[in-house]
């Protein structure tokens, strides 16, 4: 990720065989989450495969099916229409972008907390919902670098790119405002309806506004990937000192 940063394209544009524009659209939308609802259906199935009393490789398998699966759907709609990746922001960015998206992950860390601390004021404790990804975090070294790999790197790729590349791309036709919130939105709904959702909603919203200020998806994948590893190593860091 270096040299400048290029522009987005507001047309979402793809260019085809022979020169031909291929634009990035509904077709390709339905296409991704076809394609995802496929690939999520075969990781979901690994993951009732894992026997029970296995959290830490229920937490490993459950990362890598979050990160493939949304990649495979990606690589489908790259592959059968759109074939030039720079249409789905897959382009280099500048070192300072880099920079920028980290502290935005920070920012999105210390919202996390905000919002935790809320809901336990409010209502106490809220259940875990990561109970096998910390299991796995906690299961060693082996374990928590496997994690870390699949959870703040395998996973903000795949995700950035089906939820940025694909759905905010083809949005992107509807406004710059339509594009940032629903490709959020959706994102955040995708997480599930929990305490989470609102912190999953900010993620999206800064990972589509660096997505149109840069027009790639890697400043997104920072951002994603600084948040991943936080909720990662720091709970890994309490076990091993609780």
């Known amino acids: 990720m270096s040299e400048q940063a290029v522009p987005a394209r507001r047309d979402g544009g793809a260019t085809g065989e022979r020169g031909r524009r291929r634009p990035v659209g509904w077709p390709e939308v339905g296409l991704a989450f076809l ?11 690994i993951i009732w495969s894992v026997p029970d009393g296995r959290s830490e490789l229920a937490g490993i398998v459950q990362y890598l099916v979050s990160g493939l699966a949304p990649l495979g759907a990606f690589a489908v709609v790259l592959w059968l229409r ?11 960015v500048a070192g300072k972008w880099v920079l ?29 919902l ?10 060693g070294v082996l374990s ?28 992107d036709r509807y406004g710059p405002w339509v594009a940032v919130l629903v490709s959020a939105a959706v994102f955040a709904v995708a997480h599930g309806i929990n305490y989470i959702l609102p912190v999953a909603f900010v993620v999206g919203v800064v990972a589509a506004l660096l997505l149109r200020r ?18 990662l190593i720091v709970p890994a860091i309490l076990a091993a000192v609780s």
């Open 100 to 128: 920028i998206a980290i502290g935005a992950g920070i920012g999105v860390i210390l919202l996390n907390i905000l919002v935790t601390l809320v809901v336990v004021s409010l209502t106490g404790p809220p259940s875990n």
């Open 35 to 45: 394609a995802a609802l496929v690939t999520y259906g075969i990781g979901i199935a």
């Open 144 to 171: 928590l670098l496997v994690v870390i790999v699949a959870g703040a790197i395998l996973t903000p790729i795949g995700e950035e790119f089906l939820f940025r590349g694909v759905l905010a791309t083809a949005l």
């Open 214 to 231: 840069t027009g790639s998806v890697w400043p997104g994948v920072v951002v994603h990937g600084t948040y991943n590893a936080y909720t």
């Open 82 to 92: 759109v074939k030039d990746p720079r249409a789905l922001g897959l382009r280099r």
């Open 130 to 139: 990561q109970d096998d990804y910390q299991a796995a975090a906690a299961g």
